[in-house]
C-alpha cells in the first residue's frame, strides 16, 4: 500500500518540528566524522556474456500466470493505493509543522489515516493463493502501527533520538510491505520515496 508515502508525509511533519526543537536534539550542529576511505577495488571476472536467447529464456522464467479472481484483486488494489494518495496529500497539506504542536498535531493525523488504510486495504480480501502473503501483510501493518505509535509518543516528548531510531525501523517495514505487495502484482502500492510529495 502507500506506506513509503505514509512515512514520508511523517517526516514532513516533523521537519518543521525539528527545527524548533532546536538542531542540538539531533545533532545537526556536530562537526561532520572525515569520509570513510573507499574500499579496495575488486576484480570483477566478467565471465561469458550473456546472449539473447538466455535474457528470453529468463524472462519466460520469472511470468507468472494470475487467475481471474487474484486479477481483480490486483486490480482493486492499485485502485485503491492511487486514491489514498490524495487522502494523504490532503492531510499533509492542511498541517502545519512549523511549530512543535503542529507537528504532533499532523503526525497524529498521519498516524490514524495509516491505520485507517491498513484497515480498509485489509478489507479488499485475499484470493486463493495470496492469504499466506496477505497474512504477513497484515502482520507487518500491526508492527507498522506499533511503530507509529511510538514515534508518536516520542515526539510528544520531544524525544528525537528515539523517534529518528524508530524511523529507521519503521523504513524496513515499510520496504518488506512494499516487496510483498509488488510479489503479488499491486505496483500501483509502490510510491517512489522521493517523489511522492512533489
Known sequence: ???????????????????????NAIGAWDPLP???????????????????????????????RLTAPQKAWVRHADSFCRSSESQIRQVVA?????????AVALFGR???LNAELNDRFLGIGAPAGYKADLARVRLLFAKEERYFDAMYRALKARDMNTYYALSDRLTDIALDERDVLAGLGAYACDVDLLGSLS
Open 34 to 64: 572525515p569520509a570513510p576511505k573507499p574500499p579496495p577495488a575488486v576484480k570483477v571476472d566478467r565471465g561469458k556474456p550473456a546472449g539473447p536467447a538466455s535474457e528470453k529464456k529468463q524472462a519466460r522464467e520469472v511470468v507468472v
Open 110 to 112: 498521519v498516524r490514524r
Open 94 to 102: 492542511q498541517g502545519d509543522a512549523s511549530t512543535p504542536a503542529g
Open 1 to 23: 500500500m502507500l506506506r513509503i508515502l505514509l512515512y514520508v508525509a511523517a517526516l514532513v511533519a516533523l521537519f518543521g518540528g525539528s527545527i524548533v526543537y532546536g538542531g
